[in-house]
């Protein structure tokens, strides 16, 4: 018998738990959490005082002669694009409930779960395992799900497809591998059966004499699958899409490429499809999550082309590589069709590193892709890493010079982190890494985690302090400031008068003697950009 047989009571009720971590239970050296306007309790209540607000929320700023509110409460949660995929593949007579990641790992909060979401012990649990990046959280979750008395734990998601034993080891029921879109519904409908689950693609498990099976493997073909879209009133939401499964380029810090077998895309005829079913649905925008959407290149002039033919008027966000943005062409047509932001992985200043990241990219294209961005006002998140393998104090000074000169927008700074142990550069014998488990400290040929840790610290001061036209993104994380505002918002100047407080309190004497700036003059700029609307 291949079925497990302790489900003799035929659920069903599915809980789906997806989503971030708990903003300030997030790694140290992920963000800057510290710095973090709605978190850092003390920071945000004096702010209000010098602005004479009595809340985050009656804070204002000058948007051409009216006063707006700057922050505006999330109550509606955004939805992931695994909560809205899988929500799509559950089948009818199932009762679903979402609970969130950050609200599973909040002790506060978790003794509620059980009794909010009416928890019975009869539930199948799907776990994304996506914002999971090592075993010790991975075990904790677990825990805590089996503490709320979930008898039935699936696992998918970037963790649990590459490394599906290890998930098993630890107290997952069945790990779906890849492609959920046959697995998950022939899974959930059997799950209670003594039958074979032999037949069911995707899928990693124990059988009755505790012995790991996997299936067969199949891949969807990606035009085939409907567009997910949420219940409800979407007017205020951002809608998650996915263009693509896997990638082509073979980056050393990203094992993305191995999540799927074989690099897929849907063809622009369907991108365009999807775009104009979720315009008619009245959605905010849309935000295209995949590694690179702006390739092939051939697919995005189709896609280009057929927003405009179609009169497609919703406003979306991607993720894209520097090179297809050094072509003005491309950046011009990028604006016509409403993009308003694009999230790119410059990673690092330095041609040294970028060859050693085996990123594929050089200096030389950064410079045309944000000057025809600027010229073109589309609003770039730039992305950038510090202390991957051959990273040394001076190839950190090259970023670092770069961000200074060229950066505007958002961006953040990243310690490079072990995330997988199928990442290529642990394979790199130059490299020399030493760790003890994905996502916690480690060591390589050039330096270690907490170096590397001290370093982005310092470059994150630099930047903040001497480029008035960017904004490290993770002041404002879990706000509405990265759907609602961009580079050209009349928002920017208030934003950035609000970094530079929250930096001086952490680092008066180093922004104080290294770059001239007094608190009272930073406390005059946020006198003079935001306002009180009490």
């Not at 290890?166 to 697995?183: F, K, P, S, T, Y």
């Not at 567009?227 to 979407?234: F, K, M, S, W, Y």
């Not at 290149?297 to 090179?323: C, D, H, M, Q």
Request: overall charge neutral; charged content about 25%; glycine content about 6%.
């Amino acid at each position: 018998m291949d079925a497990v047989s302790h489900l003799s009571n035929n659920p069903r009720k599915v809980v789906l738990v997806s989503g971030l971590w708990k903003y300030d239970d997030v790694d140290e050296k992920k963000s800057l959490g510290k710095l973090n306007v709605i978190y850092n309790k003390g920071l945000r209540e004096e702010l209000l005082s010098i602005v004479g607000a009595g809340s985050i929320y009656a804070v204002g700023y000058n948007d051409n002669g009216i006063v707006q509110p700057l922050f505006k409460s999330n109550e509606e949660i955004e939805p992931t694009l695994v909560s809205v995929a899988l929500g799509a593949l559950i089948p009818r007579g199932f009762e679903v409930s979402e609970v969130s990641l950050a609200d599973l790992l909040d002790p506060a909060v978790v003794a509620c779960v059980q009794q909010k979401h009416r928890l019975t012990g009869d539930e199948i649990c799907l776990l994304s395992t996506s914002y999971i990046t090592n075993f010790f959280d991975f075990e904790r979750v677990i825990k805590t799900l089996q503490g709320l008395g979930i008898r039935f734990i699936i696992c998918g998601g970037y963790l649990a497809t590459r490394n599906p034993d290890a998930c098993l080891h630890r107290g997952a029921d069945a790990v779906v591998i890849g492609d959920a879109e046959e697995a998950l519904p022939m899974l959930l409908e059997r799950i209670d059966s003594a039958a074979s689950w032999s037949f069911i693609p995707n899928l990693r498990y124990r059988n009755g004499d505790g012995e790991p099976v996997f299936t067969r493997e199949k891949l969807m073909e990606l035009d085939q699958i409907p567009v997910a879209i949420p219940d409800g009133d979407l007017s205020s939401m951002s809608i998650p899409y996915e263009s693509m499964r896997g990638c082509p380029y073979r980056c050393g810090f990203c094992s993305y490429p191995l999540v799927s077998t074989k690099w897929r895309y849907k063809s622009a005829e369907k991108l365009t499809t999807d775009f104009l079913t979720i315009q008619e649905r009245g959605a905010h925008n849309i935000v295209a999550l995949d590694s690179t959407f702006t390739i092939p290149p051939k697919r995005l002039k189709e896609f280009l082309n057929l927003y405009i033919e179609k009169n497609i008027t919703i406003p979306w966000g991607a993720y894209s590589r520097v090179t297809p943005l050094k072509d003005e062409e491309i950046v011009k047509k990028l604006k016509r069709t409403n993009n308003r932001w694009l999230s790119i992985g410059f990673e690092s200043g330095s041609d040294r590193m970028l060859q050693i990241m085996k990123k594929g990219t050089k200096m030389r294209d950064a410079y045309p892709a944000l000057k025809n961005l600027k010229k073109h006002k589309i609003s770039p998140w730039s992305n950038f890493i510090i202390g991957y393998p051959g990273e040394t104090k001076e190839t950190v000074e090259e970023t670092v010079s770069f961000m200074k000169e060229h950066l505007f927008g958002f961006y953040g700074i990243y310690v490079f982190n072990i995330r997988d142990r199928a990442m290529p550069v642990l394979s790199d014998s130059f490299a020399n890494i030493h760790y003890d488990d994905i996502g916690g400290e480690w060591a390589h040929v050039s330096m270690n985690s907490r170096q590397a840790t001290v370093l982005r610290w310092k470059a994150y001061l630099n930047v903040a302090a001497s480029n008035q036209h960017a904004i490290n993104i993770d002041i404002f994380r879990g706000t509405n400031v990265e759907k609602d505002y961009g580079a050209w918002s009349p928002a920017f100047p208030a934003l950035k008068a609000i970094e530079l407080f929250m930096v001086w309190h952490t680092s008066q004497d180093e922004i104080k003697n290294n770059h001239g700036m007094s608190y009272s003059a930073i406390r005059q700029q946020l006198q003079q950009t935001l306002f009180p609307m009490n």
